[in-house]
């Protein structure tokens, strides 16, 4: 996957880092997934997840919004468009759908439903993708 520090700064923008993990406010993601798009990236998905003021994090794995796999012969921009466009509707049905600050209650977690819950995503690169591919095949 792409070095988080590669992303451009509008892609970038209402991110926090944590460790190595970049995680959007929700309110922002839209827009640094369109960012992404026009910059060339495809979307891999991602999950939602707690920033806790410790500096913990609970991470929602059940509660991902991923693109499919690319298809063999789609060209890249093609990829890039559909990853993004996959990615945008489940991330928008899982907040629909979700019942975020029962999530944080069901573990007792000290979090404010619009300040602590963030979406951390994974943007990659045609080269990031082919490496990827090429390192799973060895």
Not at 52 to 59: F, I, N, Q, V
Not at 60 to 67: H, K, R, V
Request: hydrophobic content about 40%.
């Amino acid at each position: 996957m792409t070095s988080t520090d590669a992303l451009p700064p509008d892609v970038l923008q209402g991110a926090l880092l944590l460790g190595n993990e970049w995680a959007w406010a929700l309110s922002s993601f839209p827009d640094a997934l369109k960012n992404a798009e026009a910059h060339g990236y495809a979307c891999l998905g991602g999950q939602f997840q707690f920033r806790l003021p410790d500096g913990g994090t609970c991470e929602m794995y059940w509660i991902s919004a991923d693109s499919a796999d690319r298809r063999d012969g789609e060209a890249w921009t093609d990829y890039s468009h559909r990853s993004c466009t996959e990615v945008l509707g489940n991330f928008r049905k899982r907040i629909s759908e979700t019942d975020f600050a029962n999530e944080a209650l069901a573990w007792h977690l000290p979090v404010s439903y619009e300040g602590d819950l963030v979406f951390v995503a994974y943007f990659v690169t045609e080269a990031d993708l082919t490496d990827m591919a090429a390192r799973t095949t060895r």
